[in-house]
């Protein structure tokens, strides 16, 4: 799927969020799904999206040294001294962006659904309308969760984006919501960014103001929606992590299913971690785990109530609990 990026391009992920509602002693991008590191699901996306690891900077905060143990690939990392909003949290990479005359892909940390196929959408809408900004919104079916709001006119073209605590009651019913992931024309928008100011409810310098800077100066932007809502979707809490963990393991357990012909009794209550190998002709089944490093091969039985971690399990073999008697 890698494109090949005619035009010079970079991207900056901001993660250095303070992760308070994770109620945790670990970085919010640490936490993992499936045995993977939230952080990691967009970086991949990244690079199958065509991005060179050198071309992309992690914004951290004092979480730097976490997010470089689990960050498997050679990209830049910057320091957000203060958490003063998404614009001030973008200008902490001044110096990797200042001089940089191409497209700029701004992004969060914590969204692990953004997927390549988004990403080069993304890309072929901003270069196809010539856009300044182009942005990927997401409709949702019911009320959407407490993001900024796409404002658009008469014409649907887009005017601006009000965060849900600066909304009135009227653009609060508005369904179309900002995802935060943004591709600029950095020449045009960078020098913008230093007239972004923080007279909001929080007091925050907010990155989505620069939608409106950039039509006060005719410039166009453009929002395209998701193909799924759930694209704009960052892990916030625990119960949002599990959500997350429950939607991509009911995808991993179907490819295996239809790509490696792996048999899988009552889907519902087995999960299988990335970075699991298991050959044809298995079965697994119900209340089983197997955990990231496990190797299984052809024709074995697994389960039920297993968990295995990190082991190899030959051809014709038949793994169970089993009770043992006193």
Known sequence: MNMEINKEIKAVVLAAGKSKRMKSDYTKVKHRILGKEIINFLLDSLVVAGFNENDIVV?????????????KRKVHYTVQKEQLGTAHALLSAKEFIKNFSGDLLVTVGDNPYITAEELQKLMGHHRETQSKCTFIS?????????????IRNEKQEVIGVVEEIDATPEQ????????SIYLFDNPVVFPLLFKID???????????????????????VEAIPAADYFIS???????????AQKKFNEFHLKQLALEKGVTILQPESVTIEYGVEIGKDTVIYPSTYIASGTIIGENCQIGPFVYLKGVKIEDNECVRFEKREK
């Open 233 to 243: 979707i960052g892990i916030n809490n625990r119960w949002e992590l599990q959500e």
């Open 198 to 220: 923080h007279n909001n409810v929080k007091g925050e310098y907010y990155l989505t103001d620069i939608i409106q800077l950039l039509k006060e100066r005719n410039h166009r």
């Open 59 to 71: 914004v951290c905060g004092k979480n730097i040294d976490e997010i470089r143990g689990v960050v």
């Open 172 to 179: 609060l019913k508005i369904r179309e919501v900002n995802s």
């Open 138 to 150: 997401a409709v949702f079916p019911f009320k959407p969760p407490p993001y900024g709001r796409v």
